[in-house]
């Protein structure tokens, strides 16, 4: 959940989101496709009208006339919301979205949200959930507020005034926290740290708040610890998590100290992530709306994307469940401990330069990126690989500057290997992967999700490899 300027959404597949790039790819494909079935029949006007028709036809299918969005759009009718360029779609390669129906310029308005449709604490104290939040010590987290809300009113089904919305949200998610067990094994080591502590967060989130929940069994007929249990409060956290919009509240004291700043938003939040746009989106004081604007063009009949900010594959996958193809933000992570294999424990100020490092912040966020090796990972490297003539030279390496011939091209060597290196382990899960998705049908949504990160970080890695090679040729 981010700034004002970019929206949270999720997918329930993980290829869903993949962004504009993989879009314009099928839209490509599509169209070569087409033109060499049918040039040979037509080349006039109609002929260009129906190609165009059928090409829509294979890469979105409108899905406006489904019964949930009919009523979904019925609802936020009632409350407002007059929208008649946005449909509903099922796209190649992205999956569920919203497509326009008329050309977009740079500086349109997407979408204009009235106040009355968001969900909110706000909604959730004008609920009746509201008495027993405002009386509960000590306070609820605004978050745990939204998740009782949402996992109250999806229990009481056709009696719950948001149902229209509930029956639109992703049924799982494929956030870490959802994840199985040996999907998460096979992710990247920060990534997968992270998803160990993403779901011993929510874990002890859902502990933490049982006598809160159990506190609201006048509300139910049925006991509170079947409604509020670990699975319901697991798919409630995901929800806001990975959709909400970013919304400043004022301070309650029925709520605990942390940040207000959530808000769902319907429709908006069908709306999937391009990392190659950019959308202005704030909430309208004047219109009382939460609006975006495009600063990109779109034509008729194509998705509409937005931006979540510019976040690698590993936080959009930690974050939203979902991996962006060919995602020019995205880097692969180079650990301490693959660092070191390539230096001798024998060397008398190992452990000095490491202290160095570590006290200038230069054993985290070490990276191979579409345009190679980053600064801070050769920087690294570089005051590794000093000569013991050369260490007093250490300030000057983390400055940038060349300390000699010598250590450059050392540098090149090593870190030419350690790309090696992650190649050949990248492969090796593919590999692993490869072999549990024929041996583990029930895991083939997750596990597939996981490739598509490895095979994107296998792209980054060739390409820097290549980088690498051409230095190194330029360098000797």
């Not at 400043?248 to 999937?272: G, I, M, T």
Request: net charge positive; glycine share 4%.
């Amino acid at each position: 959940m981010f700034s004002s300027v970019h929206i949270n959404t999720s997918v329930s597949f993980p290829v869903e989101d993949c962004g504009c790039a993989l879009a314009k790819v099928m839209f490509g494909g599509c169209l070569k496709k087409v033109k060499s079935i049918n040039m040979k029949k037509s080349r006039g006007r109609t002929g260009r009208k129906r190609r165009r028709k059928h090409l829509r036809s294979l890469c979105a299918v409108n899905c406006s006339h489904k019964l949930e969005y009919i009523k979904l759009k019925k609802w936020l009718k009632d409350r407002g919301f007059e929208d008649s360029n946005l449909r509903p779609a099922e796209f190649l390669g992205t999956g569920r979205g919203l497509m326009t129906t008329k050309a977009l310029q740079a500086g349109d308005l997407i979408i204009s949200l009235p106040e009355k449709c968001l969900l909110t604490t706000g909604t959730v104290l004008s609920s009746c959930l509201g008495e027993y939040i405002m009386k509960w010590k000590p306070p609820v987290s605004p978050l745990i507020a939204l998740c009782t809300f949402l996992i109250a009113e999806k229990h009481v089904g056709e009696k719950s005034p948001w149902k229209p919305y509930i029956d639109v949200l992703p049924k799982t998610y494929t956030c870490p926290v959802c994840l199985e067990h040996d999907a998460v094994t096979l992710l990247p080591e920060p990534l997968r740290m992270k998803a160990q502590e993403q779901r011993m967060m929510v874990h002890e989130l859902y502990v933490s708040s049982k006598a809160f929940f159990s506190s609201l069994q006048p509300l139910f007929a049925e006991n509170t610890e079947t409604i509020f249990n670990y699975s319901a409060l697991e798919w409630a956290w995901c929800t806001i998590n990975t959709r909400t919009i970013y919304m400043k509240h004022s301070q309650r004291e029925c709520f605990s100290l942390e940040p207000d700043v959530y808000a769902l938003a319907p429709y908006l939040d069908l709306l999937n992530h391009s990392p190659n746009v950019q959308v202005k989106a704030a909430f309208n004081e004047q219109t009382r709306s939460y609006e975006i604007r495009t600063n990109s063009q779109c034509k008729r009949y194509e998705e509409v994307f937005i931006c979540y900010g510019p976040h690698d594959n590993q936080r959009l996958l930690l974050e939203y469940g979902f991996v962006a193809v060919d995602n020019p933000h995205s880097s692969v992570y180079v650990s301490s401990d693959t660092l070191l294999k390539y230096f001798s424990p024998l060397d008398k100020q190992r452990n000095a330069k490491l202290s160095i490092l570590r006290d200038h912040d230069f054993l985290e966020n070490l990276t191979f990126g579409w345009d190679g090796p980053s600064w801070r990972l050769l920087t690294a490297l570089k005051l590794l690989s000093l000569g013991a003539d050369e260490f007093t030279c250490w300030r000057r390496t983390l400055l940038g500057d060349v300390i000699s011939a010598r250590n450059e091209q050392q540098t090149l060597n090593v870190t030419a290997k350690i790309c090696q290196f992650l190649i050949a382990e990248t492969q090796h899960v593919l590999l692993q992967i490869s072999q549990l998705k024929r041996s583990k049908e029930n895991l083939k949504t997750h596990l597939a999700l996981v490739e598509a990160l490895h095979l994107e970080n296998l792209k980054i890695l060739r390409r820097s490899a290549e980088i690498l090679c051409n230095l190194s040729v330029a360098t000797t």
